[in-house]
Structures are given as C-alpha cells and as structure tokens.
Nanobody
Framework: VQLQASGGGLVQTGGSLTLSCSVSGLTLERYVIGWFRQAPGKDREVVSCISGKGGLTHYSDSVKGRFTISRDNAENTVYLQMSNLRPEDTAVYYC??????????????????WGKGTQVTVSS
C-alpha cells in the first residue's frame, strides 16, 4: 500500500493550492481518506476527511469554508483544494487511509496507512 501526497509549495496569503493524494495497493472506496497537517512545534491535527464513496466529509473549524476535500476512486486520488490560505496554514500535510465501510473517523490512531507529507508554506 502506498499513499503519495503532492502539490505543496510556497504561496502568498490569500492564495490557493490543490493537494493530491495518490493511492495504490488497496480498494480505495473501502477507505476513509484523511488529510492531516503538522506545523513546526505543534502536534499533528486532522484537517479534513472523506468517506469511501464521498458522501460524508468533515472539516476542522480552522479550514471550514476555505478547504474542499474530494475524491476520484476511479483515479485512486483524493484532493484537498485550499483557498484563501493563511500563514497559520503553513505545515507539512499528510494523507492517510482508514479501512471503514461506513462513516468517518477523526482519530489519527485509527488510520492504517500514511503517506509522506508535502510542505505547504504560506507567506505573509
């Protein structure tokens, strides 16, 4: 199983980025995919997650209304569209997969597979 996050970069405040999580080695629709982030000196936190078929989504309060999660199971990819970025969004962003046929989980410990992160830096 492999998850690969990409799309990070340097952007100015108010800018946009779209992260992609490419997944291989599992049947994607059976997995909740979560996006997490870790800023320097802080614990990793959940940003957003989406159920296996995309019917359920969750956003942390800090990104609600600015970020949109989506998935294309046929392409084995999950996206995180980020707009109106702020300096406090600066972090390494990770995607992770949790085997779950129904519902969502926000618990980091329940995610089975993790990808390497992609750096997002928002300049002020």
């Amino acid at each position: 199983v492999q998850l690969q996050a990409s799309g990070g970069g340097l952007v100015q405040t108010g800018g946009s980025l779209t992260l992609s999580c490419s997944v291989s080695g599992l049947t994607l629709e059976r997995y909740v995919i979560g996006w997490f982030r870790q800023a320097p000196g802080k614990d990793r936190e959940v940003v957003s997650c989406i159920s296996g078929k995309g019917g359920l989504t969750h956003y942390s309060d800090s990104v609600k209304g600015r970020f949109t999660i989506s998935r294309d199971n046929a392409e084995n990819t999950v996206y995180l569209q980020m707009s109106n970025l702020r300096p406090e969004d600066t972090a390494v962003y990770y995607c992770a997969a949790d085997f779950r046929l129904f519902g969502l989980t926000l618990q980091e410990r329940e995610y089975d597979y993790w990808g390497k992160g992609t750096q997002v830096t928002v300049s002020s």
